[in-house]
């Protein structure tokens, strides 16, 4: 079975092809300008290569409630050109396939959950903690949505009296993207984080806002596994100093047996960073099989 993916970010979209498997056999990245330079060069990537159905994991806001006028559609982006941007139209009308449609983060749990270090457990969350910070969710073994998806970059935190930074979030101070992505690190230290290595005050504040997020979404959503990536996440020391925060500000509140070894309940992501394109892959195969069980209905 061929299968197109689409992992559609802010910097760059991500164009593949691949099976049912999760095997890649050709992927391209185009750099994402407006709608008119870009969409032209990513359709021409897709085009004569026979592909069955599409997976799109998409940066947001968008709309993934089918009963909408808007579903398939970016929405509020403050990206330009981008904003009420039609993507599953698009590409339906050009291939005429099935096409799945999901937040980035959310493919990128599925991928995980599918293939990666998530798999057999009946829930898992994925957090990318990057140029922004989104987390994706698998509750009851399928992908959470809402009135929206889940904005869980935007939770707010509890921000250390010792830290004067502003937030770099236009609508809240105190989020933790606005206090914990690579901007923020960035713009509290005056340095990329990649510079930053041997700083250990800068990666005790990470660590602690980090952890603080994870203990918020442990309570909420009961999850098995928590999972971590994005740029940030490269910082090696960072994950032990993670681990030991979050158990201190838990406190003891929870037993169970996930929570009893904190090194295989908060991990890294385990598909050598392609498990947002691989989700991807996914969304386009559970499209098809919806495709195809609502023909024989």
């Not at 609508?171 to 206090?179: D, I, K, P, W």
């Not at 602690?208 to 990536?229: D, F, H, K, M, W």
């Not at 406190?251 to 960073?273: A, C, M, R, W």
């Amino acid at each position: 079975m061929l299968l197109g993916a689409i992992e559609a970010g802010g910097t760059k979209m991500v164009c593949a092809i691949g099976n049912e498997n999760g095997e890649i056999s050709e992927q391209t990245s185009i750099p994402t300008e407006t709608p008119e330079l870009t969409i032209p060069k990513m359709i021409s990537f897709f085009q004569g290569k026979g592909i069955e159905a599409l997976g799109i994991g998409c940066f947001g806001p968008i709309d993934v409630n089918r009963n909408s006028d808007t579903y398939g559609y970016i929405t509020t982006t403050p990206k330009p050109g981008w904003k009420n941007f039609d993507m599953v139209g698009t590409f339906k009308r050009e291939f005429n396939v099935p096409v799945g449609f999901d937040t980035d983060v959310n493919g990128s749990v599925l991928g995980e959950y599918t293939w990666g270090i998530g798999k057999g457990l009946n829930s898992c969350i994925y957090i990318t903690i990057g140029t922004g910070i989104g987390v994706g969710i698998i509750a009851d073994g399928k992908l959470l949505h809402g009135m929206l998806h889940p904005e869980g970059g935007h939770i707010l935190l509890h921000k250390l009296p010792e830290d004067d930074y502003k937030g770099f979030c236009p609508f809240h101070e105190n989020c933790f993207e606005g206090l914990a992505a690579g901007p923020a690190i960035e713009g509290r230290w005056g340095k990329k984080a990649v510079e930053l290595a041997d700083n250990s005050e800068v990666w005790e504040m990470e660590a602690e806002y980090i952890a603080q997020a994870l203990v918020n979404y442990t309570c909420i959503l009961s999850p098995q596994r928590i999972i971590l990536g994005g740029g940030v996440m490269h910082q090696k020391q960072l994950l032990p100093m993670i681990r030991s925060r979050f158990e201190k500000l838990l406190n003891g509140y929870l037993k169970t047996k996930e929570l009893e070894d904190l090194n295989s309940f908060i991990v890294l992501q385990s598909l050598e960073d392609k498990q947002g394109i691989m989700g991807a892959l996914r969304l386009g195969m559970m499209e098809l099989d919806n495709s195809c069980h609502s023909a024989k209905a």
